[in-house]
C-alpha cells in the first residue's frame, strides 16, 4: 500500500476530527436526538447510537484498522461499507445489549460506581465480541490485526465508555441539585400557602364580633336564656375558627354546622327579620372544602340584606351534586349585586382560600338571575381523610 502524502495525512487528521467533536456532541445531546422526526423510542435510539459510534469509529481511523486495509485491497466501496457494517452491528449487538445493562431497574439498584462499571464492562467485552470475529474475516490469518483490534476495541470501547459515564454523572448531579431546588421551592410554597391561610383563618370580622358582643351584653339584662345560647354559639363559632388541629379542610358537615352557628347567632340579634332554610345532599356530607368557605357568604348576605335594608330577609343555603362535582349556593332577597362588584374582606379570603386549595378547579360567582345567588362550584372533589 502506498504511503500518503503529508497533505493527505493533514486533510484525513483534519475530517477525523470533526467527526470525533460531531460524535461527542451528538453523545451529549444524545437523549434529544430525532426526538421530533422518529416516535418509536427504540428506534429513535438505535439510530441516534449507529450515528455515533458511526462518527467516533471513523474518527479512530488514523490509529489504523480495517478500513485501510480494505482500502487497499478492495478499494473505496468495499472499505466504506465495512465501515458501515461495523457501524450497524456494533449498534445492534453493542448498545442494545449496553441499553439492556444501563436502563435495567433492577441494575439501577446498584451504586452510581459498580453499576457504570458494569456498564463500561458491557461496552468492552461486546466491543471485542464484535471485533475480533470481523478481524478474522478481513485478515484472514494474519495475526498482525492483534496489534490494533484489540488494542484499539479496548481504547475505543474504554473512551466512549469513559465520556458516557462523565455525561451520565454530569446528568446524574444535574438532576440531583435540581430536584433539591425544586424540594426547597416546594418547601417554600407549602409554608407560603399555610401562612396565608392561617392568616385567613384567623381573622374574623370585627364588627360582627362587636355586635354579637354588645347583643350579648344587652341581652344579659333583659333576656339572660337568648344571651347563654348566644355566647355558647358564639364560642363555638370561634372555637372553629382558632382550628386547633391545624387542618386546612373542613368537611361540608361542619361547614354547614358553623354557618348554621353564626345564623343562629344572627337569628338572636334581629329574632322574626330573618329566616334561613338549609339544604345538604347527604352523599356530599364527608366531602371536603376550604375551613370557613360557607360562613363569610352566610354572613355577606346578613350584611347586604337585613342589615342594609331592615326587612325581612330569607336566607337558603344549598349543597348539592353538579356535573362531576358540588355547586354551593347562598341565596337571599336582599337587593341585587351591583353591576361593578367591590366584594369585602368577607368574599375575598373565601376566593383566596379557593385559589389556593382548589387551584384551577373552581368557579365563583355572583348571580342576579333567576335569584339573587353566590355561587362556588367545585370541580374536584376531595374525600375527608384523617391527616389532611
Known amino acids: 500500500?502506498?504511503?500518503?502524502?503529508?497533505?493527505q495525512y493533514v486533510l484525513l487528521i483534519t475530517v477525523c476530527l470533526l467527526f470525533a467533536v460531531a460524535g461527542l456532541y451528538l453523545l451529549a445531546a444524545f437523549s434529544r436526538l430525532?426526538?421530533?422526526?422518529i416516535r418509536n423510542e427504540l428506534l429513535r435510539k438505535n439510530v441516534a447510537a449507529w450515528l455515533i459510534i458511526f462518527c467516533i469509529s471513523t474518527?479512530?481511523?488514523?490509529?489504523g484498522g480495517g478500513f485501510f486495509y480494505l482500502l487497499a485491497k478492495h478499494?473505496?466501496?468495499?472499505?466504506?461499507?465495512g465501515q458501515l457494517i461495523s457501524a450497524t452491528l456494533c449498534t445492534l449487538i453493542i448498545y442494545n445489549l449496553v441499553r439492556v445493562v444501563s436502563e435495567s431497574q433492577k441494575l439501577k439498584k446498584l451504586s452510581f460506581i459498580k453499576h457504570n462499571f458494569l456498564i463500561l464492562?458491557?461496552?468492552?467485552?461486546?466491543?471485542?465480541?464484535?471485533?475480533?470475529?470481523?478481524?478474522y474475516w478481513?485478515?484472514?490469518?494474519?495475526?498482525?490485526?492483534?496489534?490494533y483490534v484489540i488494542i484499539n476495541s479496548i481504547y475505543l470501547a474504554g473512551a466512549t465508555g469513559l465520556v458516557y459515564i462523565v455525561i451520565r454523572y454530569l446528568d446524574t448531579e444535574r438532576k440531583r441539585k435540581f430536584d433539591e431546588k425544586e424540594l426547597e421551592?416546594?418547601?417554600?410554597?407549602e409554608l407560603k400557602v399555610k401562612a396565608e391561610l392561617d392568616a385567613l383563618h384567623s381573622k374574623v370580622n370585627p364588627h360582627f364580633l362587636y355586635n354579637a358582643l354588645n347583643s350579648i351584653a344587652d341581652l344579659s339584662i333583659t333576656d339572660g336564656k337568648k344571651a347563654r345560647r348566644m355566647t355558647i354559639a358564639l364560642a363555638d363559632l370561634f372555637r372553629y375558627s382558632i382550628n386547633y388541629s391545624q387542618n386546612n379542610y373542613s368537611t361540608i358537615k361542619d361547614e354547614v354546622a358553623m354557618a348554621e352557628v353564626y345564623l343562629q347567632i344572627e337569628k338572636i340579634r334581629f329574632e322574626d327579620q330573618l329566616t334561613c332554610t338549609i339544604n345538604v345532599e347527604e352523599n356530599l356530607k364527608h366531602f371536603l372544602v376550604p375551613r370557613f368557605v360557607l360562613q363569610p357568604l352566610v354572613e355577606n348576605a346578613v350584611k347586604h340584606g337585613l342589615k342594609a335594608t331592615g326587612m325581612l330577609t330569607e336566607i337558603s343555603l344549598n349543597v348539592q351534586s353538579y356535573k362531576?362535582?358540588?355547586k354551593l349556593t347562598v341565596a337571599d332577597n336582599g337587593p341585587l349585586f351591583p353591576d361593578e362588584l367591590n366584594p369585602g374582606y368577607g368574599v375575598k379570603s373565601v376566593y383566596d382560600k379557593l385559589e389556593l386549595l382548589f387551584p384551577g378547579n373552581f368557579d365563583l360567582s355572583f348571580n342576579n338571575t333567576p335569584q339573587k345567588e353566590v355561587c362556588i362550584y367545585i370541580k374536584k372533589l376531595i374525600k375527608n381523610e384523617p391527616g389532611i
Open 34 to 37: 430525532f426526538k421530533k422526526s
Open 1 to 7: 500500500m502506498k504511503e500518503p502524502s503529508t497533505l
Open 121 to 135: 464492562t458491557t461496552l468492552v467485552v461486546t466491543t471485542l465480541a464484535i471485533n475480533i470475529p470481523s478481524g
Open 138 to 147: 478481513i485478515y484472514g490469518s494474519d495475526r498482525t490485526f492483534l496489534k
Open 324 to 326: 362531576e362535582g358540588m
Open 59 to 63: 474518527a479512530m481511523l488514523p490509529m
Open 185 to 189: 421551592l416546594s418547601r417554600l410554597r
Open 75 to 81: 478499494g473505496w466501496l468495499w472499505a466504506i461499507l
